[in-house]
């Protein structure tokens, strides 16, 4: 059997081992890319300089402040063992617990972990709520996978990091190719190696065991949020403006409901099966159902099929990449001719490619910023965890707004004041790396 994911190829083959146990490996291939996620220890680096802080503030954020690596075995259906790599980073925890999701991905890695937790550090420092940096992942192909293996994973990566983890130390939540079922799954196994119901030791879980209604969409509707304040800066006007959106996954899809519900024309969207094209904007309820039945766009018959590539160098107003990193290169970007782009996804846009976007007048919202909607409804939801008190949707999606504007604004004018005219990435790390530093210094770190 063979699945594609996004950038690999994937084959399958039997290896046996010392004691006649039959383990099936996935054989990956990735396409050599250039690494977006490389240049969050640089930019750090150079935020720390620019802003003339202790050189000592680098040190402790340039790397986890610890890094584990599992060996996780799995009983599969076929009756034989696999052994899966399973990994958590816990970066920096100066403003509060370690907050990360958790990936099972093929491309898993130690070094992509490492390099995500970062990420998040970041991420909760310029949104304010008080997280650190985590990331976990499993390295597996899940699509593969029957629910009930994806259980057993699952569960073994509670049973594997279950003293490293807990609501005041570090709160999991899902990412690519894990859902809020997953999270019921993790949550339980975490509440029966324990002996205590711990609902806020993951967030994102299904919202009958704890989870917060808004979660599942919170990435897709802060993106827009700041996509729409965005959009005046650029002076778009949002009714009738064109939108293409790369990926048509929960974050993809929701993004593209969320702007056809503002009055935009989304014009274009692509999944793993190739791309879709309407000029007139896509019927994007329809489009959805269609996803949710099938899985894919693949089949979908209202509009034109494209190759998924075309849809980056398209006329339109808004581009948002909400698929895999490393989308936005040095090659397409000289044809890029959206006006704003809005990162939905983790890095996106590799650096070369932003130097040239920077250069011809594109505005770009980066992801530490654009997709902050997920971490802020999970900070939510633990919240609500913890109080035993539970918020309708109104609530939450007028918070959610209310932190996403502050965040957006906050960082524009530190940029303006701080960044002496360099990119809105330049200033939310500028913005976050002051915060990290200021509450190290004042907790004694330095």
Aim: proline residues 4%; negative net charge.
């Amino acid at each position: 059997m063979t699945a594609a994911v996004a950038g690999f190829n994937l084959k399958r083959k039997t290896v046996t081992e010392h004691g006649g146990i039959v383990m099936e490996k996935d054989q990956i291939v990735e396409k050599k890319k250039e690494d977006s996620f490389g240049a969050a220890e640089r930019r750090v680096r150079e935020s720390v300089e620019r802003l003339q802080l202790p050189s000592v503030v680098y040190e402790f954020l340039k790397k986890p402040q610890r890094f584990m690596e599992a060996s996780i075995p799995v009983q599969m259906d076929h009756g034989g063992v696999e052994l899966f790599s399973g990994y958590r980073a816990q970066h920096n925890n100066v403003l509060g617990p370690f907050k990360g999701g958790i990936r099972f991905h093929p491309g898993v890695t130690a070094a992509s972990v490492k390099a995500l937790s970062l990420l998040m550090t970041l991420k909760c420092a310029l949104i304010g709520v008080p997280f650190g940096g985590g990331k976990g992942g499993v390295a597996c192909n899940s699509l593969e996978m029957s629910a009930a293996e994806k259980e057993r994973v699952s569960r073994g990566y509670i049973r594997a990091f279950v003293d490293l983890i807990g609501p005041e130390i570090d709160i999991p939540a899902p990412d690519l190719f894990t859902d809020a079922r997953v999270m019921g799954w993790m949550v339980d196994e975490y509440c029966a190696l324990t002996g205590r119901y711990t609902p806020g030791v993951l967030t994102g879980k299904p919202v009958e065991v704890g989870g917060s209604v808004g979660r599942k969409e919170a990435t897709s509707r802060g993106c827009v949020y700041v996509a729409r304040e965005a959009a005046k800066i650029c002076g778009i006007t949002l009714k009738d403006a064109t939108v293409v959106v790369q990926g048509c996954g929960n974050v993809g899809g929701q993004a593209a409901q969320f702007f056809s519900e503002l009055g935009c024309k989304v014009i274009s969207v692509c999944d793993i099966s190739g791309g879709l094209y309407r000029a007139e904007g896509i019927a994007i309820p329809d489009l959805l159902d269609h996803v949710k039945e099938t899985g894919l766009i693949e089949g979908f018959a209202g509009g034109e099929k494209i190759a998924g590539e075309e849809l980056l160098t398209m006329d339109c107003d808004i581009l948002v990449p909400a698929a895999m990193e490393n989308q936005l290169t040095a090659a397409n970007a000289p044809e890029i001719k959206a006006r704003l782009i809005v990162e939905a996804a983790n890095g996106p846009t590799t650096p070369e490619a932003e130097q040239i976007l920077s250069e011809r007048g594109i505005f770009l919202v980066p992801d530490v910023l654009a997709n902050s909607g997920g971490v802020t409804v999970s900070y939510f939801e633990w919240v609500q965890n913890n109080q035993g008190l539970y918020w309708d949707l109104e609530t939450v999606n007028q918070r959610l707004e209310k932190m996403m504007v502050e965040a957006f604004h906050t960082v524009y004018r530190f940029g303006r004041e701080r960044s002496a005219g360099g990119t809105l990435r330049e200033a939310a790390y500028g913005y976050a790396v002051q915060r990290l530093a200021e509450a190290m210094r004042l907790r004694g770190w330095y």
